[in-house]
């Protein structure tokens, strides 16, 4: 059985925009934000899927070194690549989608590593239930977009949650794995 846990995506999602250059708001641009999930199945193979559209903001000051982020996840994007799972996933075994259509992270706790965010804190609101999550980053950098002629700052963050926090506890008792890796590719523009 494969699941996935946005709640570790959404809070990558926003910490990766973080730019530690200057004080600012910075969006997740959707184009180059992708979160993935990761999941045992019975230790046979590996499960893995893709969240849907994520929108949110960061403000940052790296002075200050202080920051908020909020993000929102929609929760019809979920795939895949296997339409059955895929509704399945959707269903009230797992993420209950007609009742709870997006998963929020809203965090405002940054670590650092130099000048570069190492971590972000935060919590994640998914299934009507908030939890603490936090997301290390792989990699971080801001750099000037040639072509937006705009600070971009992202990086690569990861992080592994118990499903069960949220109530999802489908499968558990036939021995599905609750931890999930959550895996995010994230960029936010500064405007």
């Known amino acids: 059985m494969r699941f996935f846990t946005p709640a570790l995506i959404t809070l990558a999602i926003s910490m990766a925009a973080i730019n530690p250059a200057t004080a600012g708001t910075y969006a997740v641009d959707p184009s180059h934000t992708n979160a993935t999930f990761e999941a045992n199945h019975y230790g046979t193979s590996t499960n893995r899927g893709r969240f849907g559209k994520v929108e949110g903001t960061v403000q940052f000051d790296r002075q200050a070194r202080t920051g908020a982020v909020n993000v929102s996840i929609d929760m019809l994007g979920l795939s895949t690549g296997t339409a059955a799972f895929d509704k399945h996933l959707q269903s009230p075994d797992f993420f209950n989608v007609a009742l709870h259509p997006s998963v929020k992270f809203s965090g405002d706790k940054l670590s650092f590593n ?10 994640l609101t998914m299934l ?28 690569d963050f990861e992080a592994t949650i118990d499903r069960t926090q ?10 599905i794995t609750k931890s999930v890796r959550i895996v995010i590719q994230v960029e936010a523009i500064a405007q």
């Not at 130099?114 to 971590?119: F, L, S, T, W």
């Not at 009507?128 to 990086?155: D, S, W």
Request: charged residues 20%; positive net charge; contains cysteine.
């Open 166 to 175: 949220w109530g999802m506890d489908y499968g558990v008792n036939y021995g």
């Open 114 to 123: 130099g000048d570069k965010v190492a971590e972000v804190s935060g919590v």
């Open 128 to 155: 009507g239930k908030t939890h603490p999550v936090t997301l290390k980053a792989i990699q971080f950098n801001c750099y000037t977009n040639p072509m937006l002629k705009r600070e971009v700052c992202g990086g």
